[in-house]
């Protein structure tokens, strides 16, 4: 099946730094891959849509400035944290949708970020 | 784009019993999807019900999409300690291929 790979698994940083998370499908090509955010016991939360050699799309409330995306091959896209703060800290899960078939997401295994 | 509501928030069952849990919409959906998050782990894709009336089954699992279209169940007979996890759905967003995930339905089940 299809396999969508994230790293790191796990990142803590101090405040003020940037941290970025890689999202990678593995054994298929994907146009558009998807960056959500989920708190401790709530659901998750599209934060943008990235598509491969184009800006992201981002959900209303989200600061582009503040989550840079770069979706730079079909099986490439990356979240960067920038000037991070505690508010910040959350599971950020990843997925990736084919080329084909009826437009099942694949996720990431998620990037726990803590900001201290 | 397309928003769902999901109940109930939280079930506990003894191992054996059945477990249901809903999700409704105002709005017609053009499919509907169900994933499981087992604690600590990422969402874990179960099904996609694209058709008025659908009920698919995988083992334990039967899925429902109603006739309008509007609102979809996820029933598993004889829970089992493995159950345990929230189990969401999801509709299409506004970007289409993106998803609006329900709150979810955490399950507990206890021996």
């Known amino acids: 099946g299809a396999v969508v790979s994230q790293h790191p698994s796990w990142v803590i940083c101090k405040s003020g730094t940037s941290v970025k998370i890689e999202c990678r499908s593995l054994?298929?090509?994907?146009?558009?891959m998807f960056w959500y955010r989920q708190f401790p016991k709530q659901s998750l939360m599209l934060m943008a849509t990235?598509?491969?050699?184009?800006?992201?799309?981002?959900e209303q409330g989200v600061e582009k400035d503040k989550f840079l995306i770069n979706h730079a091959s079909l099986t490439l896209s990356t979240l960067t944290v920038t000037s991070a703060h505690p508010e910040d800290s959350s599971f950020y899960i990843c997925?990736?949708?084919?080329?084909?078939?009826?437009?099942?997401?694949?996720f990431g295994p998620g990037t726990r970020l803590t900001v201290l | 784009g397309q928003q769902v509501m999901q109940i109930p928030q939280y079930q506990h069952v003894q191992e054996g019993e059945d477990f249901t849990t809903y999700c409704n919409s105002s709005?017609?959906?053009?499919?509907i999807q169900w994933y499981k998050q087992r604690p600590g782990g990422h969402p874990v894709f179960l099904i996609q019900?694209?058709?008025?009336?659908e009920v698919k089954k995988q083992k334990r699992l039967t899925f429902q999409f109603g006739e309008a279209k509007k609102n979809s169940s996820l029933h598993i007979t004889a829970t089992q300690t493995t159950d345990v996890g929230t189990y969401f759905c999801?509709?299409?967003?506004?970007?289409?291929?993106?998803?609006?995930f329900g709150k979810g339905t955490s399950l507990l089940v206890t021996p």
């Open positions: 709005t017609t959906l053009s499919n």
């Open positions: 990235s598509n491969e050699g184009s800006k992201a799309t981002y």
């Open positions: 019900l694209v058709k008025s009336g």
């Open positions: 999801a509709v299409p967003s506004n970007s289409g291929y993106a998803l609006n």
């Open positions: 054994d298929f090509q994907a146009t558009t």
């Open positions: 997925s990736a949708r084919g080329t084909s078939g009826p437009g099942t997401q694949y």
